[in-house]
């Protein structure tokens, strides 16, 4: 028996219409500023496209692939998700892509299994239009929350996701996926963060249409329960108080082809540190450009 939902029909009243053309025009703006068009994907040739994208980026060793062209055909078959931007104004070259499966009912929350953008058109916001369609796409389907995960030792996507989408972190995952061997992972431990994106709240859709959730003004005197030294070495310290801050690395996709071991440290810092915050009850309120997750205790408001 089959594990798909049932479909929503469009115009489901589980969604308010307003809200999908709020998303759609969202959508469609985020593309026109990036110059790109984005649209789901079926025919054999797009989604070869798209997984050549992804081999492109990851560089898996020897055969093991992050997709198919064949599972992408059958999870478009099935309802999933499966989209590329196409460069507008470079003969419509498919240039990212995403794919994304639906969790089990009532809820059928869809789970954005992986997301990729071409080193080429990095900075156009490419990625952005693309979460942008993904939202308006799950909405018209009745479906109110996408959920993914991501490596939180990466400043940038770190806030990508937390700053500009304004999705928030609920888990910790230690080596969730195991050892990857690929030309981002290389031999480090796959810790990731399991992020919800609430598609119907306020600044998510503020998010969407270009208003980042700006980090609050931090308190210097909350301390760090993860710093970072002068020369870029992880200093655990616990947290006190109802706030808190963790630091991640400029650039550990650098660190791990330079110093692995310091890269390694981190990995095990982090996981220590954010980890330990958020399996004790801590919330991600934001993330800080300068590389720090922003933390708070809701049971402990009052203990500062």
Known sequence: MSDIPAPVALGSPAVDERLVADAEAAAD???????????????????????????????????????TPELLRAMDKAGSYVAAAFDGTRDDELVAACIGFFGPPPDGALHSHIAGVSARIRGRSVGFALKAHQRSWALRRGTTQVSWTFDPLVRRNAYFNIGKLAALPAQYLP????????GINGADATDRLLVAWELAAPDVAAACHGLPRNAEPWDPSAGAALDITADGRPVVAGATGARTRVAVPADIEQLRRTDPHCAAAWRAALRDALGGLLADGWQVTGFDRTGWYLLERPDRKDAQ
């Open 175 to 182: 080596d969730f996926y195991g050892r990857m061997n690929d």
């Open 29 to 67: 703006a985020a593309a026109r500023a990036a110059g790109c068009r984005v649209r789901p994907i079926g025919d054999l040739a797009d989604l070869e496209a798209a997984c050549g994208l992804f081999e492109g980026i990851w560089k898996p060793d020897g055969d093991n692939a992050l997709a």
